[in-house]
């Protein structure tokens, strides 16, 4: 959506819809890693609305890049991206209708709780079927029994205890660095300090007391 049309679909009274709006800055160019990410689950959360049996024209998704409408940036003092706003059929957007991307992060998920909060719409989120993982259990299954297969008249190095040490060692470490605490709770990228406007990595502050969690345990 460029200039013209955000100011005649959104901007121009009246509307008998909501509109939510996803500011971001897809080109190469740009560098823009996370407008990425966050562009994938905001197609997922559109598209389990158009696709739900419970759609109806109360509310439309659509998206602005800064390239094709950096006059609309300018208007509404937009200086970040990405950057998700409500605009509810009447009245001017309101504080609670720019979503908290540093805080609740940009799943799907979360955006479709908000959007529930600010039109009363309720979207289910449908996720495509992902099947990297089955592959990849199915590669990893296949190289042990292949590696078995070759070594089947040698397996003495299956009671190596110092082998085993070091796979559990690796195991122990994985699990403390933090990346299963990622998974689980699945944490912004970043986070902004409320009090002087920094903005902080909350997967390098984890890391790092992590640690400094082992290296002191090791002391």
């Given at each position: ?17 909501s ?17 990425r ?15 739900s ?35 509810p ?38 996720r ?7 592959i ?84």
């Amino acid at each position: 959506m460029n200039g013209d049309k955000f100011r005649k679909f959104i901007k121009a009274p009246p509307r008998n819809y909501s509109m939510i709006v996803m500011f971001t800055a897809l080109q190469p160019q740009r560098q823009c890693s996370v407008c990425r990410q966050a562009n994938e689950e905001y197609q997922i959360l559109a598209n389990s609305w158009r696709y739900s049996s419970a759609f109806c024209n109360k509310l439309f998704f659509s998206m602005v890049d800064y390239d094709e409408g950096t006059d609309v940036f300018q208007q509404l003092n937009m200086n970040s991206a990405p950057t998700f706003m409500h605009f509810p059929p009447k009245g001017r957007p309101k504080r609670a209708d720019t979503f908290d991307l540093q805080r609740i992060g940009f799943a799907a998920e979360q955006l479709a709780k908000w959007i529930a909060d600010r039109t009363d719409v309720h979207i289910r989120v449908f996720r495509p079927p992902n099947y990297s993982g089955t592959i990849a259990l199915a590669l990893l299954v296949s190289l042990v029994g292949g590696l078995l297969y070759l070594r089947r008249n040698n397996l003495e190095f299956i009671y190596n205890k110092t082998g085993w040490a070091m796979v559990s060692l690796c195991i122990v470490f994985a699990m403390t660095s933090g990346q299963m605490w990622n998974h689980i709770r699945g944490p912004p990228y970043a986070h902004k300090n409320p009090h002087n406007g920094q903005v902080v990595s909350v997967f390098s502050n984890h890391q790092y007391s992590e640690l400094n969690m082992i290296l002191n345990n090791g002391k």
